[in-house]
Nanobody, 122 residues
Framework: QVQLVESGGGLVQAGDSLRLSCTAS????????LGWFRQIPGKEHEYVAS???????DYADFAKGRFTVSRDNAKNVVYLQMNTLKPDDTAVYYC????????????????WGQGTQVTVSS
């Protein structure tokens, strides 16, 4: 069992930056790819990025160049640094853990966090 707790969401203006954090706890956290999805009402989860212990981070195309995912293995925390935010980035962001990677697929995610709202105003 793995527990994921996100923090760091909020309301920002277009062009601002925001960093999300996700603290993972439980057994064998190191065995999992940790990553981020986002979801807007009425839509499916959209993959953002993921990172593992050994492999390079992986990003969705829209996230490349603006978002950075990183992992502090000593603290079991995964971060999502989001720069140059756009109104289209408005969504609930979910931390996720899965064993299949490096690109997580929502159907293969084993554990989800509760989500944190990110709202970007124009």
């Amino acid at each position: 069992q793995v527990q994921l707790v996100e923090s760091g969401g909020g309301l920002v203006q277009a062009g601002d930056s925001l960093r999300l954090s996700c603290t993972a706890s439980g057994r064998a956290v190191y065995d999992y790819f940790l990553g981020w999805f986002r979801q807007i009402p009425g839509k499916e989860h959209e993959y953002v990025a993921s990172v593992s212990l050994l492999l390079s981070p992986d990003y969705a195309d829209f996230a490349k160049g603006r978002f950075t995912v990183s992992r502090d293995n000593a603290k079991n925390v995964v971060y999502l640094q989001m720069n140059t935010l756009k109104p289209d980035d408005t969504a609930v962001y979910y931390c996720a853990a899965g064993r299949k990677g490096p690109r997580l697929n929502s159907v293969d995610v084993d554990y989800w966090g509760q989500g944190t709202q990110v709202t970007v105003s124009s």
